[in-house]
């Protein structure tokens, strides 16, 4: 193929589209600490949680917002203490003695110095110690960095045992010493020095990346589940094994010492599969990960972590292939639920460990997840699929002779399919049964199909199991905003409820009838924010499940400016519907949202208010149909498939414009591609009024970008014409310009042909410049390469003043380029060019990114006065205000890097603001930027 070249006035154009989607992207015993007899003392082990009460506090590792303190003395009024921003994937935290252990996977740690940089960046996961003696003010103390993921922990005396799995991904390098899992002492002696004490690796040798474990006071029991791996010969071993490793952990200091590893068939996929009981390890596996087969018992005589000997096994008697669903071990007694056409629960007796029985089976509808047992009786947790309904259930088994189980009773939880806030190795830290209370608490969500709305919350359960009565009884729910995690009794009548949006606390003197007694917010979703006041801010923010449209709901909160992520309020607005932007304007403040319609499709909701002080006045609103119910595609490399129908735009302190597809209820999804633009007058605030109604009829299927400048709209769409060498797809580019100075009477203008999509304008507007795709001269690799033009309009054409080559072909096809939004300002552009190369079999890459400035002053000759290295792995330009320039970068979990523009032509570092998601906008309030972040709250970032 042909080098493209384009020659200086050049009027017709044809171009490439960009690429879509190219962004970077039980308790007992072992050991005596040398490996030898294994014996029973008095160690305890404590297990880690989300939520710890510790004294008159509970701690909430809440994913959102990080360690919360909520002062919990009196149940009436709890109230959010203080707050330790911890960044990652929360797993679980510990509370002694006055610390918080909080352990995080996903952690990022960058440094935008050079030298910090290649020393001490990382990611992977962390342990971060809290001092929290002064719950008004806790301090960060110290903490430690894991490679890899943790995926469980134990805290055994002054040792916090660490289990995390490492492996290569498709973005990062493999580990030194290949896939592993590592088991980590850590001690946690003293608070100020966290420090690991032995650390002990355990390669991989499958494709399969899952491990489980058992622990006890003494040993842990290490199983890595294998489906196959390639041996040294370079054949394939198809293994559906799991090899177990005993880990001696018995010595107080923190000394780990490897045991025997040994080999059982079939899969161990969670913890409760696994139990060391009076001397031996005992398994239950199935015979594969996914599928029907034959489940299995094995039983090994634990002679020392160095002698494991297997004694007996024992594979069930079933009348067909069937799915191991759960196991629950008990003493001398063993529990097991299997699942395909009947549903049995198997019960074992291990009495005799050389000769284990299975002794009966009950047949029921549906199965169970996971069993909690007790003397003589089990209470199971599991799903119950009568008229095709997979529905949570609660069940009650008697098992005083495990000769002959009985099902007592079984009630349902919710409506259709319910899932609980845990997976299967953590689901006792959700699932609560209160013997002293009689008392079963199921927090979870499930859909209903009756209202076609989510529900979230706790159930009470009734559970009685002594000679008098035996049964259970479904009691009342407790609604919950946001997604229900934890349940825990507070007192004989008051229970505490969390989720990743609330505490509350409810009475329950009447179990039909729980009462909130009160909710205090903990994260609310944060979608935009206004300047009101010098002290105060608006703050919008909307219910996540705003897909319920009959449950969607909004609030419009007064705010302090120096704590916008207060729980408290100065007032707040409780609006119904979905509303995502928020806008000063003349008199009165201004909410734009939208409400789903079946027959108008989605309807654009205009909402004025006004605060005096002390209280919200609604003075008018007004709905707008006519836009199509899906989002725009644009031609920029990037494609959003959500958010509400129409784009909005201030024009002045008086007008709005809406931007989207014409809507058809006779065909929602159209024969066309009419792009329809509605301006909104806000001049009379008690009733804002349709202004003008515009459509811009283009082909269907017509990818489209707009562009505002000023009062005017660029809207950029591209036609498809013949196919070019290879099969590769070729464009017009065009562009119309709708002008909304007089929003009364909009005008359109004349497309004219361009290479690309406009990008931005000089100041004078006299010219524009676009960004354009074309195709490499390597027709095999399908690689792009992007130009910046400066273009004259000039009549019915638009004519080439300059351009340059902005981003090149790769190389080959393990390396590739990707240039995300380009910010034009001051004749200045910038925009960040990302770079990945990888090796030959893509088993690791390594990737860059560069700041490029292009001074556009002279209309002849585009020059690069700046290109600067970026020390993360990727990023994008979100916006430039009031002389900054802000970027965000997406590795790890992502964070701020804000250039100065002083010297427009060389920006200039200025600080890295951590952060947890994408920023909606940026709104630069007095001396500091607002970054409203949805559930992860408004980011402050001083800018002094």
């Known amino acids: 193929m042909a080098a493209f070249v384009r020659d200086e006035g050049q009027s017709d154009f044809s171009s490439a589209l960009p690429q879509r989607g190219r962004g970077f992207g039980g308790a007992g015993p072992p050991g005596d600490g040398g490996g030898g007899e294994v014996k029973d003392n008095e160690r305890t082990i404590e297990e880690g949680d989300i939520v710890k009460q510790y004294e008159n506090t509970l701690f909430v590792l809440n994913q959102y917002r990080g360690l919360q303190l909520i002062d919990i003395a009196d149940k009436n009024t709890p109230a959010l203490l203080s707050t330790v921003p911890v960044y990652g994937y929360p797993v679980e935290l510990y509370v002694r003695n006055g610390t918080a252990y909080v352990v995080i996977s996903n952690y990022f740690n960058c440094w935008y110095d ?97 491990n489980a474990v058992h622990v006890t006071a003494d040993a842990i029991f290490l199983a890595q589940y294998g489906s196959g791996y390639t041996d040294s010969t370079g054949n394939w071993v198809q293994k559906n094994a799991t090899d177990i490793t005993g880990i001696d952990i018995a010595d107080e200091q923190g000394t780990i010492r490897k045991g025997m590893t040994f080999t059982v068939p079939g899969v161990v996929m969670n913890r409760w599969q696994m139990d060391y009981y009076n001397g031996y390890f005992r398994i239950i596996t199935p015979e594969q990960y996914w599928g029907n087969g034959y489940p299995s018992l094995y039983i090994y005589k634990v002679d020392g972590l160095e002698t494991i000997t297997p004694v007996s096994s024992l594979t069930l008697k079933i009348d067909r292939p069937e799915a191991l669903m759960s196991v629950r071990f008990d003493r001398e007694a063993a529990y097991a639920i299997t699942y395909e056409r009947k549903d049995p629960l198997f019960t074992l007796d291990l009495t005799d460990p050389a000769q284990p029985r299975q002794l009966a089976e009950i047949q029921m509808s549906g199965w169970i997840d996971y069993i909690e047992p007790r003397a003589d009786h089990l209470v199971a947790l599991g799903h119950d699929d009568v008229n095709g309904m997979t529905t949570l259930a609660v069940s009650l088994f008697d098992v005083a002779r495990i ?95 969390v989720s990743n949006e609330a505490l509350q606390t409810v009475d329950i003197s009447n179990r039909d009838q729980p009462a909130i007694i009160k909710m205090l917010e903990l994260a609310r979703n944060a979608v935009d924010i206004s300047d009101l006041t010098e002290d105060t801010a608006l703050e919008l923010s909307a219910d996540t499940r705003w897909y319920s449209y009959n449950q969607a709901h909004s609030r ?262 990707y240039c995300g939004s380009v910010t034009i300002k001051n004749e200045k552009a910038y925009y960040v060019i990302n770079h990945s190369a990888c090796s030959d079999d893509y088993s690791s890459c390594q990737y860059d990114g560069t700041l490029v400035t292009a001074d556009l002053s002279d209309p002849g000759s585009i020059q690069f006065p700046s290109s600067q290295a970026l020390q993360v792995q990727s990023a994008d330009i979100v916006d430039a205000v009031q002389n900054k320039l802000f970027l ?57």
């Not at 110690?129 to 490679?147: C, L």
């Not at 009773?409 to 049964?433: C, S």
């Open 114 to 210: 050079t030298v910090k940089a290649s020393a001490e960046s990382f990611q992977g996961s962390r342990i971060v110690a809290v001092d929290v003696r002064d719950r008004a003010a806790p301090q960060i103390t110290g903490g430690i960095d894991i490679d890899g993921s943790i995926t469980d922990t134990r805290l055994v005396g002054s040792i916090l045992y660490v289990v995390a799995n490492q492996y290569s991904y498709y973005y990062s390098k493999t580990p030194e010493n290949g896939n592993h899992t590592s088991i980590s002492a850590i001690s946690i002696a003293d608070p100020a020095q966290v420090k690991v004490v032995d650390q002990m690796s355990f390669p991989m040798t499958s494709n399969s990346y899952q």
């Open 888 to 944: 965000y970068t997406y590795s790890g979990f992502g964070g701020i890097i804000i250039y100065g523009l002083d010297n427009p032509g060389e920006p200039t570092f200025e600080t890295f603001y951590r952060t947890d998601s994408y920023p909606s906008q940026i709104k630069v309030i007095n001396d500091a930027a607002y970054l409203p972040s949805g559930m992860y709250g408004v980011k402050v970032i001083p800018l002094e």
């Open 556 to 817: 419009l909160s007064v705010v302090p400016l120096k704590n916008p992520d207060t729980p408290e309020p100065l007032k707040t607005l409780d609006l119904q519907g979905s509303f995502d932007r928020l806008f000063s304007m003349k008199n009165c403040t201004l909410l734009s949202g939208y409400r789903y319609d079946e027959k108008q499709g989605n309807l654009i909701s205009v909402k004025t208010l006004s605060y005096d002080g002390t209280d919200f006045t609604t003075l008018g609103s007004l709905e707008i149909p006519g836009f199509n119910s899906y989002y725009w595609l644009y031609m920029q490399p990037r494609y959003y498939p959500y958010g509400q129908s129409a784009e909005v735009e201030k024009l002045s302190d008086t007008a709005l414009v809406y931007t989207g597809y014409e809507y058809s209820y006779e065909n929602p999804m159209g024969t066309s591609c009419t792009v329809l633009m509605k301006a909104v007058d806000v001049s009379k605030k008690q009733k804002p009024q349709l202004a003008s109604a515009i459509k811009v009829a283009l082909k269907a299927g017509t990818p489209t970008s707009i562009m505002w400048i000023g009062p005017k709209a660029y809207i950029s769409y591209a036609e498809p014409i013949t196919a070019g060498n290879a099969g590769m797809q070729y464009y017009k580019c065009y562009f119309k310009v709708v002008d909304f100075t007089d929003s009364n009477n909009p005008a359109v203008s004349e497309s004219i042909n361009i290479p690309g999509y406009v990008a931005g304008s000089s100041a004078n507007g006299k010219y524009l410049y676009t960004i354009d795709y074309q195709y490499a001269a390597t027709p095999e690799s399908y690689q792009y390469e992007v130009y910046l033009n400066t273009l004259e309009p000039i009549g019915d054409k638009a004519y080439v003043r300059d351009r340059e080559k902005i981003v090149p072909a790769p190389a080959d096809s393990h390396e590739s380029f």
């Open 403 to 497: 000769d002959n189980p009985v099902l007592v009773q079984r009630v349902t939880v919710g409506e259709g399919y319910g899932w609980l806030p845990a997976d299967i190795n953590n689901m006792h830290k959700a699932f609560k049964v209160l013997d002293d209370l009689q008392l079963i608490l199921v927090p979870f969500s499930s859909w209903s199909y009756t209202d076609s709305s989510d529900i979230s919350g706790v159930q009470l359960i009734d559970y009685f199991y002594d000679s008098a009565k035996k049964g259970l009884t479904k009691r009342g729910l407790i609604d919950h905003a946001g997604w229900i995690e934890r349940a825990l009794p507070y007192d004989n009548s008051t229970i505490l409820t």
